[in-house]
């Protein structure tokens, strides 16, 4: 019995790419990102199935997390969708392995499609003890809190360099490459979904033998936010714990990322 945990979200999806309007709700790519980004999730699932994968849950991560067209995903899979609580959202003890399909590069990389760190209008930069992460190193760090190693990775480039940096051989799949900020070279999706198939399989199989394990934080845990405005630092820094860096950055030291992240973001 293996159990998966998908978390997915639209930037890193093939051939999602422009700006920020063009894919969200009401713009002119918006039907067509969620379309690719469902073909990447349901490519994962494909192949996480034939790795052995007996339990699939996938959770929507993008904005009011409806990106995800329910009627298209493989009913192999459940999904979570609405506006979540938690970035993680339903990932327990209970699985036995993460995958990150439609990943981007953290706030600040160089040559990264759509690079941000949880928000592109609010956020310059978060560090976890001394360490600049992205949202995939967020995501393997509440994985790790639960005992569960990510393990595949699907994204732009920069967005798999990003993750093999922080967590070694993992299995990773590049569906496009930055040529600028908004623009990328894009595998064809009959290409990037063959790959993302055979990288979630081959995860599985690999994650059998023992290869993988959960990236985990010891306590005590310090996470900064550096925020693009102090209005936003001033008002955060009003809950119990949390220190003033400066005018843009606030500071939490508490037990584990979750507490840490619900006292920042």
Request: net charge negative.
């Amino acid at each position: 019995m293996t159990k998966v945990f998908i978390m997915t979200d639209l930037e890193g999806a093939t051939g999602v790419t422009g700006f920020w309007e063009d894919f969200d709700p009401g713009g002119k790519m918006h039907d067509e990102a969620r379309r690719m980004l469902t073909g990447d999730v349901n490519a994962a699932i494909e192949g996480a199935l034939r790795g052995g994968a007996s339990d699939i849950v996938v959770l929507d991560g993008h904005g009011s997390a409806f990106s995800i067209l329910l009627e298209e995903l493989n009913p192999a899979a459940r999904l979570i969708r609405g506006r979540r609580v938690l970035e993680m959202e339903g990932l327990d003890e209970s699985f036995d392995a993460v995958f990150a399909i439609g990943a981007h590069a953290m706030a600040g990389a160089p040559l990264a499609l759509l690079c941000h760190t949880l928000s592109h209008t609010a956020i310059v930069e978060i560090r976890v003890n001394g360490i600049r992460v992205g949202e995939v190193g967020l995501w393997a760090m509440i994985a790790g809190h639960y005992g569960v190693p990510l393990i595949m990775v699907s994204g732009d480039e920069a967005a798999v360099k990003e993750a093999r940096e922080l967590l070694g051989d993992i299995e990773a799949v590049a569906v496009k490459r930055a040529t600028s900020m908004y623009a990328a070279e894009c595998l064809h999706p009959s290409v990037s979904r063959k790959l993302i198939s055979e990288a979630a399989e081959r995860a599985l199989r690999r994650l059998a033998r023992g290869e993988f394990k959960p990236y985990r934080l010891e306590a005590p845990v310090e996470m900064q936010v550096v925020y693009m405005l102090p209005a936003a630092a001033d008002r955060i820094s009003k809950r119990p714990g949390v220190k003033r860096i400066d005018g843009r950055t606030v500071s939490y030291t508490g037990d584990n990322i979750i507490e840490c992240m619900c006292m920042l973001l």
